[in-house]
Each structure stands twice: as structure tokens, then as C-alpha cells.
């Protein structure tokens, strides 16, 4: 089952480079999810798409860029980053963000690996 | 701090072991999910527990919401390589936004 599917999956950059994450879900869902895994810190929730309308930005800096042109497909669009934000970055989507009957229940892509030098 | 609180932080095991990890907060939850995340992979839910006192078992897996709905617990019985992950609770509020403990990350040998 690859419902959601996340391209690179490892993905070493400068940082002066541009470079976009793509994130695919085949689940037929209406929200989807960006969220940061870093060593040893919990996964936090950067971006929220809702039937494509971005419902919550949690205060990310701007070097990081969300797209979401359609309910099926997320890009994250990186521009001069730092080697803090090396991590792993995971997407995930739900039939709806409304926590009703379960329709909230989030599908995990398998990330995508981040260095930067 | 952190909203949710895991311990261990990390647990090595044999084969056959049982073995609890924790999720404590200082809020009160209407439901709390666990999840078990493999190398390289993403999270997978395994269980939502919405009742103080709720106990579900998932096979040789069992959770438990505590009564006043602020921790929960996981608790393997004979452990299996298999269950190596790291395991994640999370607690989301009414639209889906999703605040995850740092884990525990279990490994279990042969």
C-alpha cells in the first residue's frame, strides 16, 4: 500500500540551492500535511492544506515555501537553508481535518531525508 | 515544555520481554492516539483511546487511557524483532492539528 508517497527520499543540498519536495497521496483525502522530524525533538506540524487553501502556517520561516495546486499533491519549496533545517520531512493526509468519525485520522508519507551543508 | 511527556526515552530489550512506555501531560485530552514509527518510514496509527480508563489491546499490544484522560500507556507482552520502532503518542484538537510526544524508541533483539 503506498497511499502517500514523498520524492526524493534523501536529498542533500547547499545552502544556496533551491530545491522542492513533492508529496503524492492516492487516498482520495481533501487535507494535507507537512511536518518536521528532527533528532531527539518531537515531529512539528509546519503546514495544513485544506481542499488546497492553506489553513494553518505554524510559524514557519519563509526559506520554506508550501504549493498545494491540487487535494492530491503538496510540494515544499526550499531556498537558502541552513544546516539546522537538516531533518527529516514527512507529509501526511486526511479524508478532513474536522475531527468527525475518524476523518481526521492522518496517513504518513515515508519522509523525505534533508542535509544541508 | 513539551505538551506530552514520553518515557523512556529509549529501551533495548530481548526477544520475549515485556516491556510499558509512558505518555504523561498536565492537560486534559478528549482522545489520544498512539503511533509506531519503523526506520525509514513514516508514523502509523495504531490506536485512538478516547475514554478515561480505556483499555484496547492490538494483539500482543495493550494501551490505556488514563482515568482523568492526562497519560496513557502501552504495554508489549513477549516482545518480537518486529516491534523495534519508535513508538509516538499525539493529542490533536478540533481540526486536526496534531502535537506529538519525542517518543520512545524501542529495539528488540533475537
Known amino acids: 500500500e503506498t497511499g502517500v508517497t514523498q520524492t526524493p527520499r534523501h536529498l542533500v543540498m547547499g545552502m544556496t540551492n533551491k530545491k522542492s519536495l513533492k508529496c503524492e497521496q492516492h487516498l482520495g483525502h481533501n487535507a494535507m500535511y507537512w511536518y518536521k522530524q528532527s533528532a531527539k525533538k518531537p515531529l512539528e506540524l509546519m503546514f495544513v492544506?485544506?481542499?488546497?487553501?492553506?489553513?494553518e502556517n505554524n510559524s514557519v520561516p519563509s526559506r520554506f515555501s508550501p504549493e498545494c495546486p491540487n487535494s492530491s499533491h503538496l510540494f515544499l519549496h526550499l531556498h537558502t537553508l541552513q544546516p539546522e533545517d537538516s531533518a527529516l520531512y514527512l507529509c501526511?493526509?486526511?479524508?478532513?481535518?474536522?475531527?468527525?468519525?475518524?476523518?481526521?485520522?492522518?496517513?504518513f508519507g515515508p519522509g523525505t531525508r534533508l542535509t544541508v551543508l | 515544555t513539551q505538551l506530552l511527556e514520553q518515557s523512556p526515552q529509549f529501551l533495548s530489550i530481548q526477544e520475549g520481554e515485556n516491556l510499558t512506555v509512558y505518555c504523561n501531560s498536565s492537560?486534559?485530552?478528549?482522545?489520544l492516539q498512539w503511533y509506531r514509527q519503523e526506520p525509514g518510514e513514516g508514523p502509523v496509527l495504531l490506536v485512538t483511546v478516547v475514554t478515561g480508563g480505556e483499555v484496547k489491546k492490538l494483539k500482543r499490544l495493550t494501551f490505556q487511557f488514563g482515568d482523568a484522560r492526562k497519560d496513557s500507556s502501552l504495554h508489549i507482552t513477549a516482545a518480537q524483532p518486529g516491534d523495534t520502532g519508535l513508538y509516538l503518542c499525539?493529542?490533536?484538537?478540533?481540526?486536526?492539528?496534531?502535537?506529538f510526544g519525542a517518543g520512545t524508541q524501542v529495539v528488540v533483539t533475537p
Open positions: 492537560s486534559v485530552f478528549s482522545s
Open positions: 492544506y485544506n481542499f488546497k487553501e492553506q489553513t
Open positions: 499525539a493529542v490533536s484538537d478540533s481540526w486536526g492539528k496534531l502535537q
Open positions: 501526511a493526509s486526511s479524508q478532513d481535518i474536522a475531527r468527525v468519525e475518524g476523518a481526521d485520522t492522518q496517513y
